[in-house]
Antibody, heavy 127, light 107 residues
Framework: QVQLQESGPGLVKPSEPLSLTCAVSDYSISSGNYWGWIRQPPGKGLEWIGSIYLSGSTYYNPSLKSRVTMSVDTSKNQFSLKLSFVTAADTAVYYC????????????????????WGQGTLVTVSS | ERVMTQSPATLSVSPGERATLSCRASQSVSSNLAWYQQKPGQAPRLLIYDASIRATGIPARFSGGGSGTEFTLTISVLQSEDFAVYYCQQYNNWPRTFGQGTKVEIK
């Protein structure tokens, strides 16, 4: 059973960067999956932030692309999210997840749905 | 961007009854659709992928159907633990998008 655990500051000041890490256990990141971040503002729905492959290949939501950086650290079996220049609108529960994938006709690995999720961590943007 | 619209926003059902939730895509997403269940204070849980395949460990009372732009999630006999919010998600196009959710509440 794949387990994921988010960690990072629960409070971030406006205009500062938000940095979160997702530790993966009982599964090796090097096995070759995509890994993703999803967020949920309080009382609202889910928003996909981005997905990253073992190789570092990324897909980002265009609405956040200019502010998002994701990375993978295989030595620590974890991956990370950085969101720069945050505002109150970035206040949300942030989830990390393993992303299932399919192979397309060009033999590229395409991220699909989210099969294992972390418990989520609330990040509040406030001065 | 594929906009996913779920209906109804809230569904009031009695335990033991059948619940049918809808998810509509603004343009075709083929069968590249997943359903998730979320209970208060918990992370979403994958129920269905590829529109109709139950994820590992998901009871048979959950079933998914549809393709293209119209999808349904059916819970055949509602159990007390099924009262939750349900989200659909398409993975046919970028960006990946979710519906706004349907809350299944006790009638």
């Amino acid at each position: 059973q794949v387990q994921l655990q988010e960690s990072g500051p629960g409070l971030v000041k406006p205009s500062e960067p938000l940095s979160l890490t997702c530790a993966v256990s009982d599964y090796s990141i090097s096995s070759g999956n995509y890994w993703g971040w999803i967020r949920q503002p309080p009382g609202k729905g889910l928003e996909w932030i981005g997905s990253i492959y073992l190789s570092g290949s990324t897909y980002y939501n265009p609405s956040l692309k200019s502010r998002v950086t994701m990375s993978v650290d295989t030595s620590k079996n974890q991956f990370s999210l950085k969101l720069s220049f945050v505002t109150a609108a970035d206040t949300a529960v942030y989830y990390c997840a393993r992303v299932n994938q399919r192979v397309d006709t060009a033999l590229d690995h395409i991220p699909t749905y989210f099969d294992y999720w972390g418990q989520g961590t609330l990040v509040t943007v406030s001065s | 961007e594929r906009v996913m619209t779920q209906s109804p926003a809230t569904l009031s059902v009695s335990p033991g009854e059948r619940a049918t939730l809808s998810c509509r895509a603004s343009q075709s997403v083929s069968s590249n659709l997943a359903w998730y269940q979320q209970k208060p204070g918990q992370a979403p849980r994958l129920l269905i992928y590829d529109a109709s395949i139950r994820a590992t460990g998901i009871p048979a009372r959950f079933s998914g159907g549809g393709s293209g732009t119209e999808f349904t999630l059916t819970i055949s006999v509602l159990q007390s633990e099924d009262f939750a919010v349900y989200y659909c998600q398409q993975y046919n196009n970028w960006p990946r998008t979710f519906g706004q959710g349907t809350k299944v509440e006790i009638k």
